[in-house]
C-alpha cells in the first residue's frame, strides 16, 4: 500500500511501474475491495499528469502512465463488487478514460482506449448496480460501443 500512496522511489531505488500498480489493482480486486483499487488508479493518474506537467512530458513517472488494462481492472472491481454505487463509479472511471484517450489522440497515442472488455464492463456494473437513474449512461455507452 505504501508503494500506491507514497508513489516515491523505494528506499532500495526501485521506482513503481505500472506493472506493479496493476498487480495492486488486481490483489485488491481480488479481495473485493474496489475502493482501494481505484484509489491506486488516481494515484497513478496523478503522478503521470504532475509528470507531464512539470517536464513536459519527460518527467519521473510519465512510466506510471495507467493502460487501458489498468482501467478494466477498476472497472472490473467495480462490476464484482456490486451494489448501488458500483454503476456509477464505473461510468466515472469510464468518463476518465475517454478523457484520457482523447488527449492521447491529439498527441498520436494509443496507450488508453476503450475496448471491448472496457464497454462490457461498464456495462455489466451499471446492471449490477440497479440504478434506474443512469439509463442515459447505458445508452450513450451502448452507442459508442457500436461505432467502435
Request: charged share 20%.
Amino acid at each position: 500500500r505504501s508503494i500506491g500512496v507514497g508513489g516515491g522511489r523505494h528506499p532500495y531505488g526501485f521506482r513503481p511501474n505500472p506493472v506493479v500498480y496493476n498487480t495492486m489493482i488486481q490483489s485488491y480486486a481480488n479481495i473485493g475491495d474496489a475502493s482501494s483499487a481505484e484509489a491506486i488508479l488516481d494515484r497513478m493518474i496523478s503522478l503521470y499528469s504532475s509528470s507531464l506537467q512539470e517536464n513536459l512530458g519527460s518527467g519521473a513517472f510519465r512510466s506510471v502512465r495507467p493502460n487501458t488494462r489498468t482501467f478494466n481492472m477498476v472497472l472490473n472491481a467495480w462490476s464484482k463488487k456490486g451494489g448501488a454505487e458500483c454503476g456509477g463509479r464505473a461510468l466515472s472511471i469510464w468518463k476518465r478514460l475517454n478523457i484520457i484517450a482523447l488527449e492521447e489522440e491529439r498527441n498520436g497515442e494509443t496507450y488508453s482506449r476503450p475496448d471491448v472488455i472496457t464497454f462490457n464492463t461498464v456495462l455489466a456494473a451499471l446492471a449490477k448496480s440497479a440504478d434506474v437513474e443512469n439509463r442515459d449512461g447505458k445508452e450513450k455507452i451502448v452507442g459508442e460501443a457500436a461505432a467502435q
